[in-house]
């Protein structure tokens, strides 16, 4: 599975969040470049992983400190929920067969 960003509302502010999948119903969360943290679906609850069991990334950990040019953000019980509805929609949208297209120039049109 490739990595994928969502968006989500926080504080009344748009984010984007990177999701980076560590198996099939575990993503770690990057905002602006650093590992915000992971996340994992346990039947049908979603929950924050501990951080000695994140995988290696290569990415840093976040930093905090820039609230005059970013949203401060915390994964908080119910941000993870949030995330989770947000990664399961994006799943379910994204993981269909794709769409079989016909170049314009072989389209019949029907009127």
Not at 78 to 95: A, R
Request: charged fraction near 25%; include cysteine.
């Amino acid at each position: 599975m490739e990595p994928f960003n969502i968006r989500i509302t926080y504080n009344a502010r748009e984010l984007t969040l990177t999701i980076l999948p560590i198996t099939e119903m575990q993503f770690t969360i990057v905002y602006f470049g650093g590992v915000l943290g992971a996340v994992q679906c346990l039947g049908k609850s979603w929950k924050l992983m501990d951080r000695n069991s994140i995988p290696e990334s290569g990415l840093p950990e976040y930093k905090t400190g820039y609230k005059n040019s970013r949203t401060e953000i915390e994964l908080t019980t119910e941000v993870v929920d949030y995330l989770g509805i947000k990664i399961t929609n994006y799943l379910s949208t994204n993981n269909s067969e794709p769409e079989k297209t016909v170049p314009a120039h072989r389209r019949k049109i029907r009127e």
